[in-house]
């Protein structure tokens, strides 16, 4: 439990940091809130030649409007999210799930970036950003570049971030007012990634479902955006024998680990189980 | 009110602050300040820091250790592997359980994260990153993880050093992987009782391994002095008196030149009981370095490589009529030790007092026997908040009351008061040869019931169960109650010693001249508030304020011999030695008062905090008066002082007892549980602090919640240990822990000088079942007869889903 010998940089600005990156290569990682990264080097699983902090940099903090999107700053904190007036308005769901994130300690220094820039599919807001539609901005030594989070993830902490970029910020649209949400986890207790857990934004028109966007969590190498399952449930009344299919489609596309949280057999029912009562409470919030 | 008012006696009792006191603990003032004093908080000059490389393969032979690289980075002092102990002959250490134990990896490995080297450094991340560089190479043995596989002809052999010894330190073995066969009881009799029972059951009941996992990990500082070739041992020891027999047997150091000082303890449960390779390694480290030498256990070792707990697999049987009196009871254990049996059991007991099985019932006639067999997994089994196997002995019984009352049609909590010994049985001989002090399970159950409302929560569980059937919910609910007799207080010379060391304990009580005190034990407390509670005891026998006294413990230079604190034993044992050592110094206290009252001492009576003339009671010495004259006027003949030490050896162990009804409500989909209310009557006997006793309740449910809900140390089918850290070994935070409600009957010990019992274990022994019972009785209407702990979601569903939900 203790971690290796590491050189530590702080830069100022986020092109400090990506020239840092690019002068150090391949052993010096980013380091955001640290509550991934640090676990993982006292564990030596992780072992950087060098850590460059993010924390010093300014602009990388913070809720801010950008036209009618909402972008996040990397080092955010998820308190930071849970706090945040413009969040509870405009994406009450985000609320919702940083809650479930880890404890108050974690969430006092664990970062939107960090959690969903690391690429652990137990981390809660991938398949959120993803049921969100939300886009990723990078900055790297050759410049900037925005990647759509649904095209983010490429295995368990593989990702589209090449060495030496960093996630600096995350552009959300708000989906429209009157939407329905419900992010529903299942775990073992506070603190622990998702056994199974779902996130869904919804909007209903004369009493069928207008749009649905579904994200799953920790029952795959990579969060899911279950695509067929939304399809099934737009247009339909959310009717029982509707429903059943969706939830079909859902559990079709996990493919969880077996481990302490249960058989992959049990995680897959759990992520179908999440998805059910998400869709009660998102469809119950709905406003049209 | 005039100050010249004499305090009343109620005023004078409270002031004392003894027995039956809701007395704050006086040790969390420095607790809650971050004041304690632990290991880890030792530093001394020059100090070095050890850490080990650990095996990472649960069965293989090393082929090779290379500690060139590890030697060559600059800070490190020493790298130790067994060829270095091995001229000292320290590469092998015994175990309390008569069984021995490799120190470092001599030739093979035989579990994952065995100790293979220690590296000593001058700096705790140097030390970790030169154990990087250790060497080793391995060729991988077939691993034996499975323990109903141990005992195959093909098994894999184990354990190399034992090839052919055909008996071990508890009789004959019957396979390379055989530990020991213990039995007990009537073979023949429980085989006619079985023959003839009009009803039986049989299960297999398996309590899985776990952890006693303190938050405080096991840890010491070891210092020896070249030039008086004395030994100071600084560690997390429930035991100092015996770490200090068992060092000075091992390293040749004469006993009286080892100083053992346990300091504050961050939590034991069993755990800090047993002697582990990273003392041994330590102490040698500072003798071949000249340094003191600090070995501190991380969350992983302490979970993957320090005392498990249970891993008990019993096969329990029950006969009884038709309308439902048992008649006899048979159970065999396969008990699965791991690789070394570490068991810190009193020595002639392998399966500790298993043999408490037949728990509050009545059976005429019983037979049990327990294998113990050797594994590719860690160490042990330890006593977990446990007076040595009676948790897996009360799991045992508990379930197999209520798998029997299922088999008959009848209510749990009827059969069980159908079948309780009854109050005027007592003492009562058990047909598994314990004689119970004490008890008077009827009232205790009643009252349990009542204050539950258990009529109207079974009318309620039917109802839902109907509900359930029409498919109008998808939630089930069960009841589990648990009565469980424990045994603690180990224990009488007669047939309880460690190492040949008889199980009595210790105080040492000195009056100062002022009338405050300080008062020594044998005993150590790891968070049990010691300091608070005995100086109540003394406190109301001697008639001093208990904020008067110093209680002192840990410290093996100063404290009497004793054997320390675990299997409930401090109030039983080390109380009753407080209690006669405080009549020794009233029995002074009572002379001196007569000869400066000038009255025979006969003519004389304890009166709260004061001797007075009886039928005189304004003539009076105060214990302060007394206290000062002691030192200046005692009478003629008498020597000065107002001293005492007893060590007790208590004539019979002690019996706590209780009922515990657990409310549970279950989500069939999920196979989420959650406890609704969970009910906790205890009986200890005599109360001496009943907000400590309620604390030790909350505490002890809280893991025995821990354990039947979630808590396993795992291991894959090669060997590895799964879940060996706190993201997946269950303890429960403040947001899963369950409201608990307490409740007491008061039934004191006859033969204990203050009638105490003990409760530390109570609430663990009984908690399991409670909550094991009521998840099998909330699937009981669908068919179920056993679900196997720990019962978290997963295989919760999974059980559901077996039956159909």
Known sequence: MIPGTFDYHRPKSVSEAVALLADLGEDARPLAGGHSLIPMMKLRLAVPRALVDLAAIADLRGVRRAGTDIVIGATTTIAELIASAELAVALPIIRETALVIADPQVRARGTIGGNVANGDPGNDLPALMQCLGASYQIAGHAGTREIAARAFYQGAYFTALAPGEVLTGIRIAPPPAGHGWAYEKLKRKVGDYATAAAALVLTMRGGQVASAAIGLTNVGDTPLFAEDAARILTGSALDKATVDRAVAAAEAITSPASDGRGPAEYRTKMAGVMLRRALVRAAARATH | MNEMTPPTAAERTDKLQGMGCRRKRVEDVRFTQGRGNYVDDLKLPGMLYGDFVRSSYGHARIKSIDTSKAKAVPGVVAVLTAADLAPLKLHWMPTLAGDVQMVLADGKVLFQNQEIAFVVANDRYVAADAAELVEVEYEELPPLVDPFKAMAPDAPVLREDLAGKTSGAHGPRKHHNHIFEWTVGDREATDLAFRDAEVTIKEMLSYQRVHPSPLETCQCVASFDKIKGELTLWGTFQAPHVVRTVAAILSGIPEHKIHVIAPDIGGGFGNKVGVYPGYVCSVVASIVTGKPVKWVEDRIENLSATAFARDYHMTTEIAATKDGKVTGLRVHVLADHGAFDACADPSKWPAGFFNIVTGSYDFPTAHCSVDGVYTNKAPGGVAYRCSFRVTEAAYCIERGMDILAQKLGMDPAELRLKNFVRREQFPYQSALGWEYDSGDYHTALR?????????????????????????????????????????????????????????????????????????????????????????????????????????????????????????????????????????KIKAKAQMIAAYLLEVHHDDVEFDIDRFRVKGLPEKFKTMKEISW?????????????????????????????????????????????????????????????????????????????????????????????????????????????????????????????????????????????????????????????????????????????????
């Not at chain 2, 059937?469 to 460690?498: H, L, Q, Y």
């Not at chain 2, 320390?564 to 039983?572: C, K």
Request: proline content about 6%; glycine content about 12%; charged content about 20%.
């Open chain 2, 447 to 583: 009252q349990g019931m009542e204050k539950v409302g258990y009529t109207a929560l079974r009318a309620e569980q039917k109802a839902k169960q109907e509900a359930f059937r029409r498919g109008e919910t998808r939630e089930i609910m069960g009841v589990g109650v648990c009565f469980f007799t424990e045994i603690v207080g180990a224990g009488p010379s007669k047939n309880c010693d460690i190492l040949g060391i008889a199980m009595f304990d210790s105080c040492e009580i000195r009056i100062h001249p002022t009338g405050a005190a300080i008062a020594r034990m044998g005993t150590k407390s790891q968070g049990q508030g010691h300091e608070t509670t005995y100086a109540q005891i003394i406190a109301s026998e001697i008639g001093i304020p208990a904020d008067d006294i110093m209680v002192e413990e840990g410290n093996t230079d100063t404290a009497p011999y004793g054997l320390g604190t675990y299997g409930s034993r401090s109030t039983p044992v080390a109380g009753a030695a407080i209690a006669t050592a405080a009549r």
């Open chain 2, 629 to 805: 004259a002691a030192y200046n006027a005692v009478p003629p003949g008498l020597e000065p002082g107002l001293e005492a030490v007893s060590y007790y050896d208590p004539p019979n162990m002690t019996y706590p007892f209780g009922a515990y009804i657990c409310v549970m409500d279950i989500d069939v989909d999920t196979g989420v549980c959650k406890v609704r209310r969970f009910y906790a009557l205890d009986d200890c006997g005599t109360r001496i602090n009943p907000m400590i006793i309620e604390g030790q309740v909350h505490g002890g449910l809280t893991e025995a919640f821990a354990i039947a809900m979630g808590q396993e140390i795992a291991y894959d089918e090669i060997g590895n240990v799964k879940g060996a850290s706190l993201m997946d070994f269950f303890l429960p935070t403040a947001v899963e822990t369950p409201k608990w409600e307490t409740d007491f009957t008061v039934t004191p010990s006859p033969h204990h000088p203050i009638g105490a019992k003990g409760v530390g274990e109570s609430p663990n022994v009984g908690g399991v079942p409670a909550f094991s019972n009521a998840v099998n009785d909330a699937f009981a209407f669908l068919g179920n007869t056993h679900i196997q702990m720990p019962h978290d979601a997963w295989r919760v569903w999974q059980a559901g889903q077996k039956l159909g939900v």
